[in-house]
């Protein structure tokens, strides 16, 4: 594909700025202040068919099962529907029991992942709804979905995923609002959402407003040979795709695991050769944050924090702005973008391209 550069010196670095507006698509024409809910016309679901959903199964691969996750648990939050995200190429393989009562969704951006593909013809075989949360327009997920919401986040060209994955986390707030509101969630709860989903725009150009301390940060870390992600529960996601948009496009050996399990393994691993990156949201686990911070600390580990104020126990701390606790994840894994794309132009990589990797895998 060749779409003009604008001026950025790849399409990764494009689409890391494309962002804001891109979202500004996903949200448009979709939201309904009269009702505090949104319209999603292509999900062909009625209330009393959202109302009988037991169980939301999300399936997906790579960055697109990252989304996933959070998409699973804003689900949960805020619609209350017990909702899990799994890689569909695992879920193919392991002849899982479908069930009649449960909402399948199929994340991904190309639309052709052949995992992905499999996974939901399986499921169709078996009688299952199966939902798309797609990119490509009339792609072969989009078609064989039952219905589903269209990412809107435009072409992606850069081989690792950035905007879309951001609009595919904001297609799942969307989701998430919609089967709340034909649930339990409330007229009020409705609004404070849809308030933090209008701020999303405005607040990606703050944080990408910050790229030069962030290059600067990515000057140093790209010297490091492996790097520890931690995130608890809304921040697991975020670490996880940090680490997985951080190995992509550096080569450098990155793990992401969840804070609450530091003390149950990886805490073994601290010193002051391997970096930790922590996502340190302002929400009622902070403490517990700030404590998994205090123990890293303690062992001399070296600590670069994104979160909405200054973390005393980090190193350095990239403060990005607050939203709504459920929505939050939205926007803390946009810095690292930035961390990955100035590190891997530091080593001289092939941004757009990395080895080994292409952008859909549409084979077995
Ligand atoms: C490129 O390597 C991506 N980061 C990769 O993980 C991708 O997300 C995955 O292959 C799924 O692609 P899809 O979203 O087009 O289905």
């Known amino acids: ?4 550069m604008g001026g950025h010196d790849t399409y990764m670095h494009k689409e890391i700025h494309e962002q804001a507006d891109a979202v500004d698509r ?7 202040d009269r009702f505090s809910t949104v319209h999603l016309g292509g999900l062909n679901l009625d209330a009393r068919e959202a109302r009988r959903i037991r169980r939301v199964k999300i399936l997906g691969c790579g960055t697109s099962y990252h989304a996933g996750m959070i998409g699973a648990q804003m689900i949960e939050e805020l619609a209350r529907i ?3 995200a799994e890689p569909a190429s695992e879920f193919r393989y392991r002849n899982a029991v479908v069930d009649p009562d449960t909402l399948y969704v199929a994340v991904s951006q190309s639309g052709e992942t052949y995992d992905v593909l499999a996974a939901v013809q399986e499921l169709k075989r078996k009688g299952a709804r199966v939902l798309g949360v797609v990119n490509v327009v009339g792609s072969a997920i989009a078609r064989e979905a039952d219905g589903g919401i269209y990412v809107h986040a435009g072409p992606e060209v850069c081989v690792v995923s ?14 998430a609002l919609h089967l709340g509101r034909t649930r339990d969630l409330s007229v009020r709860d409705g609004k404070r959402i849809i ?27 790209a010297q490091s040979r492996s790097m520890l992600f931690i995130g608890r529960v809304r921040g697991y996601p975020v670490a996880r795709e940090a680490s997985l948009k951080l190995k ?26 391997l970096p930790t990156v922590a996502i340190v949201p302002d929400d009622d686990l902070l403490e517990k944050n700030r404590a998994a911070l205090e123990e890293i600390k303690a062992r001399s580990g070296k600590i670069l924090a994104v979160a ?3 973390q005393e126990k980090a190193d350095r701390t990239i403060v990005v702005p607050k939203n709504e606790d459920e929505l939050d994840p939205i926007l803390m894994g946009i810095p690292l973008q930035l961390l990955a794309y100035h590190a891997a132009k530091v080593l001289g990589r092939d941004i757009d391209k990395p080895r080994n990797l292409a952008k859909s895998v549409t084979v077995e």
């Not at 992509?248 to 050769?273: D, F, V």
């Open 26 to 32: 996903v949200l448009r024409g979709r939201i309904d």
């Open 162 to 175: 950035t905007k879309c994955f951001t609009n595919t986390t904001v297609a799942f707030a969307l989701l």
């Open 82 to 84: 017990p909702a899990d």
């Open 195 to 221: 308030e933090g989903l209008r701020k999303l725009p405005t607040q990606i150009a703050e944080i990408l407003k910050q790229e030069e301390q962030v290059r600067e940060l990515a000057e140093e870390y």
């Open 1 to 4: 594909a060749s779409y003009d």
């Open 248 to 273: 992509e496009i550096t080569y450098i050996h990155a793990e992401a695991y969840p804070a609450s399990e530091l003390k149950h393994g990886p805490l073994a691993l601290i010193e002051p050769a």
């Open 308 to 310: 909405h104020r200054e």
